[in-house]
């Protein structure tokens, strides 16, 4: 799978949005892109994922740019409770290794 | 609700015990997956299963077992050859790709805490 490169860290202000950024340059044409966070001493949970289209769910949108070499993850309007590591994995559409490879991710800081 | 349950949420082995952490999900997947997570780090897979009675050793399965008897369960037991086996313990599951032709999300249970007495 490709590897993904995130800021270390980040904040927003509480109500706006939050845009986390990831490059991933070497992605194949079968990998896409999943986005995770987790909040501390807690499971990751799934957030979205999405091929090359733009994706959009309750919970967030994901922005995937033409050449697929980044990605931006948008939480519309962000509160006290987003405050986690958001990880980006790229992921074979059918690869027979089905591991999730997390990197460090990014910290999000939501200030109130 | 259906989920993923993963207990005890913290536990202590002394040396030369075996642990047995128990992953047990109502979400009819078929999939079942074990990580380990160490402080500041991102999750190493351990042992995954796609279908029960067959499982798969993941990049860092030395040390532990896993059986899959029935669909709902993983356990992952640590034996006393994992030398280093303090780290939060996390299981996950999802639909096999089979059943849609792609990938699906892993979904993850909220972790066991081992320490080592």
């Known amino acids: 799978d490709a590897k993904t490169t995130q800021p270390t860290s980040m904040d927003c202000a509480e109500g706006r949005a939050a845009n986390l950024p990831c490059n991933h340059s070497t992605i194949s044409g079968n990998e896409y892109v999943y986005w995770y966070r987790q909040i501390h001493s807690q499971g990751p949970q799934y957030i979205i994922h999405?091929?090359?289209n733009n994706e959009t769910n309750e919970m967030a949108s994901l922005i995937i740019t033409e050449d697929r070499k980044s990605s931006t993850l948008i939480l519309p309007h962000a509160t006290l409770r987003d405050t986690a590591v958001y990880y980006c994995?790229?992921?074979?559409?059918?690869?027979?290794?089905?591991?999730?490879?997390f990197g460090k991710g990014i910290t999000l800081s939501v200030r109130p | 609700d259906g989920g993923i349950t993963q207990s005890p949420k913290y536990l202590f082995r002394k040396e030369g015990q075996n642990v047995t952490l128990s992953c047990e999900q109502n979400?009819?997947?078929?999939?079942m997956y074990w990580y380990r997570q160490d402080p500041g780090q991102g999750l190493r897979l351990i042992y995954y299963s796609q279908i029960v009675n067959d499982f798969q050793k993941g990049d860092i399965a030395e040390g532990y077992s896993v059986s899959r008897e029935k669909k709902e369960s993983f356990p992952l037991t640590v034996t006393s050859a994992q030398k280093n086996p303090t780290a939060f313990y996390l299981c996950?599951?999802?639909?096999?790709?089979?059943?849609?032709?792609?990938?699906?999300?892993?979904?993850f249970g909220d972790g066991t805490r081992l320490s080592i007495l």
């Open positions: 994995i790229v992921r074979s559409y059918t690869g027979a290794n089905s591991k999730l490879t």
């Open positions: 999405g091929l090359k």
């Open positions: 996950a599951s999802s639909i096999d790709r089979w059943r849609t032709g792609e990938n699906q999300p892993q979904h």
């Open positions: 979400l009819n997947h078929d999939a």
